[in-house]
């Protein structure tokens, strides 16, 4: 639901009719990336901070400067919020915008993987390591090397290998990459350089991670998803196509990359055979909550799984104040998932 419809919502019956209620309510979290470590759920999410900027397309309202672990012992547990993890303050090369996270774990260490601007204005994605889950995290002094735009999103294997998904379009600066290097011109503009509507619509990027988990181990390659007929989504295709907010689930050897389509405010999913894909659209996962951005994350715990998210619900609907939440998700026997609605009806 874009902010400028939200006005004549009646927020006590909305909440009333939601499906979850925020995790935490002490700060506002957007954008949850949640992870099983050790028996314990974490969750990593952008903290939204009022910095009293106007809402634009770019994402200027999105100011946000630090990073805190929100922690569970179990699913039906409290949520914990651990303080800070990390702050812009403390990485050499960021400027702003600490956008959304996501975290990984191999032999004793934590990785705390995050967009932000550097002092060119551009987007990149750096990487930041603690020996707890919950921080504080030590930022590397320098951004990945051949990283840009936002959203990392890091996928373990079965067989070890650990992959990044990133990008995001419009203030995700995604479409000012398609030359390869980044275009400055019209920067004003959130939808300069897009492909027209029946050009293929822009893809996500994926890269295998180093043994160190600190930097690509290959050139990022484009993440094709396909429609029904095997032919890459178009951009026009405004409720199907990627926009932002890549994530990735294994479910009965096949690989799920989920997604937000932005301005048409679903999340959607498409499966694949390979980490790499291709992936052929699937279906919905959340049809549109309140507050105009959507974004996931997809974590088994125990035997079940569920979808971390987000709306605006106790912001009354402010686009850049957001709450995490989850729900329960649904895989069929065929191994399509049963779309949710946010609200009950």
């Keep these: ?46 903290h939204d901070v009022d910095a009293g900027e106007a809402f634009d397309d770019l994402g200027s309202h999105f100011a946000m400067e630090d990073y805190h672990v929100i922690s569970m012992d179990n699913i039906n547990s409290a949520a914990v919020d651990n303080g800070v993890a990390l702050h812009v303050e403390d990485v050499i090369w960021a400027e702003k915008q600490m956008w959304a996270p996501d975290a990984a774990h191999k032999n004793g260490t934590y990785y705390l993987y995050f967009p932000a601007k550097d002092y060119d204005g551009i987007f990149r994605i750096g990487v930041a390591v603690s020996d707890s889950p919950t921080g504080p995290f030590a930022p590397q002094p320098d951004a990945i090397k051949g990283s840009f735009s936002i959203d990392p999103a890091v996928f373990e294997d079965e067989d070890g ?65 396909l429609d029904e007929n095997g032919d890459l989504l178009l951009a026009g295709d405004n409720e199907r196509r990627f926009f932002e907010a890549s994530w990735v689930h294994k479910y009965q050897g096949k690989y799920y990359f989920s997604y937000s389509t932005g301005d048409t405010h679903y999340i959607c999913y498409a499966i694949g055979e390979s980490p790499y894909g291709p992936f052929t659209y699937g279906g919905r996962i959340l049809n549109p909550v309140v507050g105009w951005t959507s974004h996931h994350s997809v974590c088994q715990v125990e035997d079940k799984w569920y979808l971390f998210y987000h709306d605006s ?19 069929r026997p065929d191994g399509t998932i049963e779309t949710l609605n946010p609200y009950k009806d």
């Design 1 to 46: 639901m874009p902010e400028e419809s939200v006005e004549h919502i009646d927020f006590d019956n909305l909440n009333k009719r939601a499906i979850s209620q925020p995790l935490v309510k002490n700060i506002y979290t957007a954008d949850p990336s949640a992870h099983v470590f050790n028996g314990k759920i974490y969750i990593y999410p952008s």
């Design 161 to 225: 290998n650990y992959y990044m998904y990133f990008g995001g379009l419009w203030g995700g600066q995604l479409q000012r990459w398609r030359a390869g290097k980044f275009n400055a011109e019209y920067p004003e503009s959130p939808t300069a350089h897009l492909p027209a509507d029946q050009e293929p619509a822009l893809l996500p990027l994926v890269a295998k991670l180093t043994e160190n988990l600190l930097e690509f181990a290959d050139t990022p390659q484009e993440v094709q998803i």
């Design 313 to 331: 619900s106790l912001s009354k609907g402010v686009t850049h104040l957001r709450s995490i939440k989850v729900a329960e998700l649904t895989h």
